[in-house]
């Protein structure tokens, strides 16, 4: 089973449309963040959510809103969508107070914005 | 918030050679954590080895290991007996213990020579 899926993988999309990118882990972990790799790979934090709750909102434009329905889904949504929008979104998941402290990822969703 | 610096953009190392790759992280904190992602192609994103701060002997994963140097704020690896195989992307992170705040350097390239 896949520890964090993300769908979909490949997203190509219209200037001006709504989109949704959804996540889900099943690794029982309280804590799930959205990151955004741009061309240049680098990865920049979007948002981090703790047992439902924001914890990190990144200076990121209104245009994206995450929802986390409960503590095993992050979705991230995306509102009249830009050129600029155009990256890979990572999903990923962690637990805080374990040993094994590190981030799960995702496999990506590589967004297109024509 | 924490900064994390890979000034190697690029590194070639030939196949069975040793290379490092430099990290430094700028943060106030004294308890936190540090990682190395690999991510090849694929785009996967692969837990490479951890490093706990209060922990002050260096991890070390087979023919991964980490010079974590504390005080100068320094958490290099060195991938010893390099395999054509390692060719990838390489990020060194850092997680704050108390918010769920991970964030990633800019990323190295790696090359493996045969």
């Known amino acids: 089973d896949t520890a964090v899926s993300q769908t979909p993988k490949y997203l190509v999309t219209q200037m001006g449309n709504d989109k949704s990118i959804k996540c889900e882990q099943n690794l029982g972990h309280d804590t799930m963040y959205w990151y955004k790799q741009d061309s240049k790979k680098f990865l920049k934090i979007m948002f981090s959510?703790?047992?439902?709750?924001?914890?990190i909102n990144e200076t990121v434009p209104n245009r994206f809103s995450p929802k986390s329905p409960d503590k095993a889904h992050l979705n991230l949504h995306i509102n009249s969508l830009e050129l600029g929008d155009s990256a890979v979104y990572f999903c990923?998941?962690?637990?805080?107070?374990?040993?094994?402290?590190?981030?799960?990822f995702g496999q990506g969703t590589r967004l297109t914005v024509v | 918030a924490q900064t994390v610096t890979q000034s190697q953009p690029e590194m070639s190392v030939q196949e069975a050679e040793t290379v490092t790759l430099s990290c430094t992280y700028d943060?106030?904190?004294?308890?936190?954590?540090l990682f190395w992602y690999k991510q090849p192609p694929s785009r996967q994103m692969i837990l490479v080895i951890r490093?706990?701060?209060?922990?002050?002997q260096n991890a070390t994963e087979n023919r991964f290991s980490v010079n974590f140097q504390k005080a100068a704020k320094s958490f290099s690896l060195k991938i010893s007996d390099s395999q054509l195989g390692d060719a990838a992307m390489y990020f060194c992170?850092?997680?704050?213990?108390?918010?769920?705040?991970?964030?990633f350097g800019a990323g190295t390239r790696l090359t493996v020579k045969p």
């Open positions: 943060t106030s904190e004294s308890d936190y954590y």
């Open positions: 490093q706990e701060a209060y922990k002050q």
């Open positions: 959510y703790n047992n439902k709750e924001l914890i």
């Open positions: 990923a998941s962690s637990q805080e107070g374990q040993l094994n402290t590190e981030a799960f």
């Open positions: 992170a850092y997680r704050s213990r108390n918010n769920n705040d991970m964030r």
